[in-house]
């Protein structure tokens, strides 16, 4: 797991230095192959805002995309 993770990192525009937050979603996505909005505020108890500006931060860093609409909305690692 880890090593993908690493290999991920490298990947993204070079070394990304990564908040232990934003470790803990890319492994959970490693894990799971997607994440929610409601997985992150339920792995770090926090709101649904904080949740979706850590997404951000990570669609920002082209580290994960989003998929799905509405309701249904997950987020992936993003491919190449």
């Not at 232990?20 to 108890?45: A, C, L, V, Y």
């Not at 709101?47 to 997404?55: D, L, N, T």
Request: hydrophobic share 40%; no cysteine; glycine share 6%.
């Amino acid at each position: 797991m880890q090593l993908s993770l690493e290999k991920h990192k490298k990947e993204a525009k070079g070394q990304v230095a990564l908040t232990e937050k934003q470790m803990k979603i890319i492994e959970h996505i490693i894990s799971n192959e997607r994440i929610t909005s409601g997985d992150i505020q339920r792995m770090f108890k926090i709101s649904r805002q904080a949740a979706h500006k850590e997404i951000l931060k990570m669609i920002e860093l082209n580290l994960i995309e989003q998929k799905g609409t509405g309701k249904a909305i997950y987020y992936v690692l993003k491919q190449g």
